[in-house]
């Protein structure tokens, strides 16, 4: 049973680009969560989905980031017009329920 | 919301030492989970214990729910054992998905 697929796993865009960061959750699964890891800051919730469902986004920035996991395809988070201050690690997390969450190896995502 | 605190925050053994490595938490939980991120920065399960004791090799942990902590043990260290040692928590019926991490305790393990 594979576990949770993040990919790529690190991701180099130039300010303003769009930055797009895939997750397929572990078999059996139907939930996924987004967390951020920056330097200075820990791990923090970002975002709660289930199949074509967001349950909770309230770690989310109001701007500039969104979160779907359609019914077809993996969890998508993306990043518009991306500036210095959003680089850093984004991992994926999925679960059969609410249950024990597994994490993926996460994106490094770099910001020039 | 609830507050995770770990300590300490910082620890270095000498391989074959042991050590605990405390979370307290602010409020009762549904969910509480121990990773370890190794110095590759991969984030490794190595608990889900909202309650009791649990053994995994040379790593246990016990939680007691109703004084609000939570241990890991680590015997016999290696090195490794060495990387960030992470405790989550999933606290209130608002809570359901959403962990809320600590510090975490950076371990060093030297041979």
């Known amino acids: ?112 | 919301g609830i507050q995770v605190e770990q300590s300490p925050p910082d620890l270095i053994l000498q391989e074959g030492a042991n050590s605990t490595l405390r979370c307290n938490f602010s409020d009762s939980v549904n969910n509480l989970q121990w990773f370890h991120q190794n110095p590759w920065g991969q984030l490794i399960n190595l608990f889900y214990i909202p309650s009791g004791t649990k053994q995994n090799g040379r790593l246990s942990a016990t939680t007691v729910a109703t004084e609000r902590y939570s241990l890991l043990y680590i015997s016999s260290s290696q090195t490794t054992d060495s990387g960030v040692y992470f405790c989550a928590v999933e606290a209130g019926a608002d809570s359901w998905g959403k962990l809320q991490f600590g510090a975490g305790t950076q371990v060093v393990v030297t041979p």
């Not at chain 1, 330097?39 to 469902?53: A, D, R, S, W």
């Not at chain 1, 996991?69 to 690690?89: H, M, N, T, Y």
Request: net charge positive; charged share 25%; hydrophobic share 35%.
């Open chain 1, 1 to 112: 049973n594979a576990g949770v697929m993040q990919n790529p796993r690190h991701l180099v865009r130039r300010r303003g680009q769009e930055a797009r960061l895939r997750c397929s959750p572990m078999k059996g699964h139907s939930h996924v969560y987004w967390y951020r890891q920056l330097p200075e800051e820990g791990l923090k919730f970002m975002v709660y989905l289930q199949k074509e469902n967001i349950i909770d986004e309230s770690g989310m920035p109001k701007e500039r980031f969104s979160a779907e996991f359609p019914k077809e395809g993996p969890s998508i988070l993306r990043i518009q017009q991306v500036v210095r201050g959003d680089s850093a690690a984004y991992f994926c997390a999925s679960s059969p329920g609410r249950r024990e969450a597994f994490f993926g190896q996460g994106t490094r995502l770099t910001v020039v």
